[in-house]
């Protein structure tokens, strides 16, 4: 049996992983997979992969990629969900701020430095024509975090995925301004180079768990009630955000990740160009 620490954020993309444990699926292949859910998002998924405190992580692309360009001795062995992550744009629901155009020089809200919630402020400014270089940041750890810091007015906005902050929206917590989706696939999954140099055979069979799961995880009888129910959503808005989700089970192709490289260079995410090898491994 072998152990494969995995990490990831606790959303209902990751669903798939805690069936698979559930109904030992792993365990069956002689995998001992063991999940770690980070609710601080990528900044952190990055920083327990550089300290070998997780073998795999599922993380944003953009983040990922950065760190690797920065030093992280990892390498994306696949992309995990190809559609669009939808960033929804919030403020706090008594706030002054009612247009995207009032937020131009707006304190961000994020996670951590490095993370998707701070990457993905760069992506919106650029589309928006505002100056990355006016944008200021208050780092929030989490979720719960940015609720502080934009009700007490620490913080103006706070960019995280449109369905799972959904519910503080409704509640009148935060007010959605806008949403940015990402313009490249969302999420990857991660290896640190030494575990998969030893475990190369683990980390396969992971992946050929996982691919068998989520590629009908959308046809499961009553998914949707049993992730609304899971993740506190209303089942309507989970049949939405199944409708725009897409699972995958390739890796990045290289055309498809000179493609992401260079509009993470236009965006200033990334300051050099990587080989295709130095971020991409076939496992």
């Avoid at 698979?20 to 952190?44: A, H, M």
């Avoid at 799972?164 to 490249?184: A, E, S, Y």
Wanted: proline share 4%; glycine share 6%.
């Amino acid at each position: 049996m072998t152990t494969v620490n995995i990490a990831g954020v606790p959303e209902h993309f990751n669903f798939p992983w805690q069936l698979g444990i559930e109904n030992n699926k792993f365990q069956l292949q002689n995998i001992d997979l063991k999940w770690t859910s980070v609710p601080e998002g990528t900044g952190k998924l990055c920083e327990m992969l550089r300290k070998g405190e997780t073998d795999m992580a599922v993380i944003l692309t953009e983040g990922i990629i950065k760190d690797i360009v920065a030093g992280n001795l990892s390498k994306i062995v696949q992309i995990y969900v190809k559609s669009p992550l939808i960033w929804g744009i919030h403020v706090a629901a008594n706030s002054n701020f009612h247009t995207l155009e009032d937020l131009k020089n707006a304190k961000v809200a994020i996670s951590r430095i490095g993370s998707g919630s701070q990457l993905m402020a760069y992506v919106n400014a650029n589309n928006e024509g505002w100056p990355t270089a006016n944008l200021q940041f208050e780092i929030i750890n989490t979720i719960d975090g940015a609720v502080e810091a934009l009700t007490n007015q620490q913080a103006d906005y706070f960019m995280w995925e449109h369905f799972m902050t959904k519910p503080l929206v409704d509640k009148g917590i935060f007010r959605r301004l806008g949403d940015c989706p990402t313009p490249w696939p969302s999420f990857v999954i991660a290896v640190r180079d030494e575990f998969l140099k030893t475990n190369h055979d683990a980390v396969s069979k992971t992946l050929e768990i996982i691919n068998n799961i989520s590629k009908d995880f959308k046809n499961i009888p009553e998914i949707d009630a049993t992730l609304a129910q899971k993740f506190n959503q209303k089942q309507e808005d989970i049949q939405a955000w199944l409708e725009i989700t897409e699972w995958s089970q390739q890796n990045i192709s290289e055309n498809e990740f000179f493609k992401i490289q260079i509009q993470l260079l236009k965006l200033g995410i990334i300051d050099k160009k990587s080989n295709f090898e130095e971020i991409i491994k076939a496992v």
